[in-house]
């Protein structure tokens, strides 16, 4: 079985400040792995995705994250947050060619940026 | 708007209680899902259904009965819940490619739940 750990619970930093949001995870097989967002009040959705490729993947609004097979970790990046950055950040992995798309999730990271 | 849509937003009840939630999605994806998020504790995924089969059951306690009629529409039925059971739950959609890519999953708003 797989899972996923998300180092900081919470992160609170500056407008303008680089964000880094750490993600590992534990499987032996071939993954994918994936960035949720979620804004206040609003539903979960996906921020990018890795299966495959180049493992430097960029996503919505500015987001990057970087799979990196040796550490088994795909990071979160932004080099300048705003104010509406402040979201609960969920990383995700599957197993490659899962039936239903079971995801595990991280138990997520609230990024509080302030004005 | 995801696509996604669970009613209700809100609902509180006693444990002796029977309720049922619902997901509906319009958005012509076979496959649809149950998540629990509960406070300090991780997403954790209950069930899945392929093109209205279950293909997993993530060793849910019984008093959680899912029900898939169609593609469109999933429920979840609880009875004698326990007040540990008070969560977010969360249902999802996705479609199917068959390619092991990882499909985006589209989320509702969800329904919050407190169980008495």
């Known amino acids: 079985a797989q899972s996923v750990s998300q180092h900081n619970h919470h992160v609170i930093l500056s407008e303008a400040a680089s964000l880094e949001l750490g993600c590992n995870y534990s499987y032996g097989g071939t993954v994918n792995l994936f960035w949720y967002v979620q804004y206040p009040g609003q539903h979960l959705q996906l921020l990018l995705k890795y299966f495959s490729g180049d493992p430097l993947v960029k996503g919505i609004k500015g987001f990057e994250a970087e799979f990196i097979k040796s550490k088994f970790s795909f990071n979160l990046r932004k080099p300048s947050v705003q104010w509406s950055d402040t979201a609960e950040y969920f990383c995700a992995v599957n197993a490659r060619g899962a039936a239903g798309n079971k995801l595990t999730f991280g138990g997520g990271t609230r990024v509080l940026v302030k004005p | 708007e995801t696509g996604v849509t669970q009613t209700p937003r809100h609902l509180v009840m006693g444990m002796t209680n029977k309720k049922s939630l619902k997901c509906e999605q319009h958005?012509?994806?076979?496959?649809m899902y149950w998540y629990k998020q509960s406070a300090k504790k991780p997403l954790e995924l209950m069930f899945v259904y392929n093109f209205k089969e279950q293909t997993e059951n993530n060793s849910v306690p019984s008093r959680f009965s899912p029900e898939c009629p169609n593609s469109s529409h999933l429920f979840l039925h609880l009875h004698t819940l326990q007040p540990e059971d008070s969560a977010l739950y969360l249902c999802?959609?996705?479609?199917?490619?068959?390619?092991?890519?990882?499909?985006?999953?589209?989320f509702g708003s969800g329904t919050q739940l407190s169980v008495l």
């Open positions: 958005l012509g994806h076979n496959a």
């Open positions: 999802a959609s996705s479609p199917l490619t068959g390619t092991g890519q990882g499909e985006k999953l589209f």
